[in-house]
């Protein structure tokens, strides 16, 4: 039985959700840094990992067609400020993901920003007072804090990035102990999305409640906002984000080489 750590956010779960109960996989959840430290402690066999964290991690393997990318506005990853915000010099960002942390300095550094950035936790209900002029936030807690703080302005991440490179931005990636990615588990990966794709409608509905969005707008950002299909310009994304990675000093030198 392969430890399979999965992110429990809405916007992973086509990719997973079908796993459950197969004998040849034990689901883990937990937050994106969470299983990057627990693939890194040899916890685990394969995960669903932040994408600066498989490109950092030495002796795994990447399966670079399978994870959950976006080509523009992601909708779930972003930073809210006060309107008339213009120049925050107070950062929030969540610590859940060190992907959107690596990203968020990224294009802060484009735009010609630079705030002093804490690391903490951030709750939706609480980011008007949250102590900075901005926060980030990621996954299902973005989402409901959208609905509930309709008047704060609000920067989609990957519609940053897709602005900055023409490029889609990847947030996650399968990731593998070496020998793991054999072609029957590769197989099943891409089983489980056309199997979990089919129960978007159940999911976006399972989702409604938590994240103040509707069954429909839930459905469309499932099903069309969110890519778990990734073609060359998501790999190329990649290797444009671990490029500027390594640039700013983020990732040890020659990860791109590392994307298939």
């Known amino acids: 039985m392969l430890r399979t750590g999965v992110v429990s956010f809405l916007n992973a779960q ?5 796993l459950q109960g197969d004998p040849q996989f034990e689901i883990v959840a937990a937050p994106p840094a969470q299983l990057a430290d627990m693939m ?11 994408s600066f964290e498989a490109l950092k991690l030495p002796n795994v393997e990447l399966l670079t067609d399978l994870g959950v ?8 990853v972003g930073l809210f400020a006060q309107p008339g915000t213009n120049h925050a010099k107070s950062l929030l960002i969540d610590g859940d993901s060190r992907t ?3 990203l968020v300095r990224i294009v802060l550094k484009a735009i010609g920003e630079n705030p002093m950035i804490a690391t903490g936790a951030i709750a939706a209900e609480n980011v008007p007072t949250c102590g900075h002029e901005a926060a980030m936030l990621i ?8 609905a ?3 008047q704060l302005m609000f920067l989609d991440l990957a519609s940053a990035w897709k602005e900055l490179t023409e490029l889609p931005f990847v947030f996650a990636v399968w990731t593998a102990r070496p020998g793991v990615l054999s072609g029957h588990i590769q197989g099943r990966l891409h089983e489980a999305l056309v199997n979990g794709r089919e129960k978007i409608a159940a999911l976006a509905e399972a989702a409604r409640e938590a994240t103040h969005w509707s069954t429909s707008s839930l459905t469309r950002y499932l099903g069309e906002t969110i890519k778990h299909r990734l ?10 984000f ?11 030198p020659g990860c791109e080489k590392r994307v298939g």
């Open 139 to 146: 996954g299902d807690k973005c989402l409901k804090a959208r």
């Open 148 to 150: 509930l703080w309709p």
């Open 100 to 102: 959107s942390a690596a």
């Open 40 to 50: 890194a402690a040899g916890k685990l066999d394969l995960g669903l990992l932040p």
């Open 14 to 18: 086509p990719l997973w959700v079908d």
């Open 242 to 252: 671990a490029r500027r990675c390594v640039a700013d000093g983020l990732l040890p």
């Open 69 to 76: 990318a976006a080509d523009g506005a992601v909708e779930s």
């Open 231 to 240: 073609d060359e310009r998501c790999r190329n994304g990649l290797r444009e």
